[in-house]
T-cell receptor
Framework: EAQVTQNPRYLITVTGKKLTVTCSQN?????MSWYRQDPGLGLRQIYY???????DKGDVPEGYKVSRKEKRNFPLILESPSPNQTSLYFC??????????????FGAGSRLTVL | DAKTTQPPSMDCAEGRAANLPCNHS???????VYWYRQIHSQGPQYIIH???NNETNEMASLIITEDRKSSTLILPHATLRDTAVYYC??????????????FGQGTRLTINP
């Protein structure tokens, strides 16, 4: 089944404890992206990647890192999490280029709580 | 990017057609209209997209006005499982367009039994 898989789905951690949210897709998509969703603010893009070793900042990149060493994986790294990073996180991927570029497949989400 | 305007909420009876409007009066010639939906806190789900012509797939139909300034997503026989937030997005169909797909507040559609 074509899908985007995120782990963990739920995580409670403490301030300053480094964590990584993994994202993997099995569709051979070039494009991958991370979003966070907060009440009243909608979905906001954190980082995106157009291909292996190519990443760029989205709207809210502060406090996050990403890497794209392999085409299928795009982990989101919180080096020193803070309570304002408590949120629901989504990873998404799509093929490129053309009209299919904006047909994103989303993961099921990772709910992160930072105490 | 063209700005989109959607009603914040709508209700529809189960089994009836749900018609969700979207205004995009500043859309440019190379921008597509995309629709996604998000059921509760699940990941958003792609529904349909189009440029000029009306489109239909197994989930829905997309009707785009001739001047392309507005569109309507039609769920022909709404079920309770169609209760979700529906997002209308206008974006160029290119890698650059995919860089920042902006999800607004959408329309919260409630299907009533």
């Amino acid at each position: 089944e074509a899908q985007v898989t995120q782990n963990p789905r739920y995580l409670i951690t403490v301030t300053g404890k480094k964590l990584t949210v993994t994202c993997s897709q099995n569709m051979n998509h070039e494009y991958m992206s991370w979003y966070r969703q907060d009440p009243g603010l909608g979905l906001r893009q954190i980082y995106y990647s157009m291909n292996v070793e190519v990443t760029d900042k989205g709207d809210v990149p502060e406090g996050y890192k990403v890497s794209r060493k392999e085409k299928r994986n795009f982990p989101l790294i919180l080096e020193s999490p803070s309570p304002n990073q408590t949120s629901l996180y989504f990873c998404a991927s799509s093929k490129m280029p053309g009209a299919g570029a904006n047909v994103l497949t989303f993961g099921a989400g990772s709910r992160l709580t930072v105490l | 990017d063209a700005k989109t305007t959607q009603p914040p909420s709508m209700d529809c009876a189960e089994g009836r057609a749900a018609n969700l409007p979207c205004n995009h009066s500043t859309i440019s010639g190379n921008e597509y209209v995309y629709w996604y939906r998000q059921i509760h806190s699940q990941g958003p789900q792609y529904i349909i997209h189009g440029l000029k012509n009306n489109e239909t797939n197994e989930m829905a139909s997309l009707i785009i006005t001739e001047d392309r300034k507005s569109s309507t997503l039609i769920l022909p026989h709404a079920t309770l499982r169609d209760t979700a937030v529906y997002y209308c997005i206008v974006r160029v169909a290119s890698p650059q367009g995919a860089q920042k797909l902006v999800f607004g507040q959408g329309t919260r559609l409630t299907i009533n039994p």
